[in-house]
């Protein structure tokens, strides 16, 4: 929780931008002796009140249809969607990554939801309005890979402010 929604909250905060840390349930996120409250429940949010949308690494069976709506919603509305890791899987079983380049620890192209989609390793990726990372902080410290939790939430704030986003 620390070292990836504490990291993306605090470089979202930074860059002089409003975080909101949304849960399914709205219960408080426990890891070990870390806590984060979140400040809504995922059934609370409406998508037009926010610039984009940032999904650290997550456990694709927790995420529930109301996630998938959500995504969609903003993918709809044109707003940047950053995920990482897990929630890469998210994105593709929503159809957003349909036709575009994605990145992720390992090349998924024979799960049937990333079939479209172009697989570019797994730093730090942007297409359009979807940018993704392919390693979290327990990636990184599992094989060595570089984290790229950074990376990914200031692609996501370079491209709201309409900067052009490089992939690495």
Known sequence: LTNEVGKMTEIIKQSGFEAAIVTISGEVLKAGSVTVKPDLKLSEVK?????????????LDQEGPELLTLVKAAADNGKPIAAQAGSVA????????????????????????????????????????????GVCPWIAQASGYEDGTAKLTQALIDVINGKTALSD
């Open 47 to 59: 998508i037009g009140e926010y610039a984009g949308v940032i999904l650290p690494c997550m456990v």
């Open 90 to 133: 998210l994105l593709a079983k929503a159809g957003i990554l349909d036709g575009k380049k994605y990145a992720l620890n390992i090349d998924a192209g024979m799960d049937p939801y990333f079939k479209s989609a172009v697989y570019s390793g797994r730093g730090v990726v942007t297409d359009g309005k979807i940018i993704t990372s």
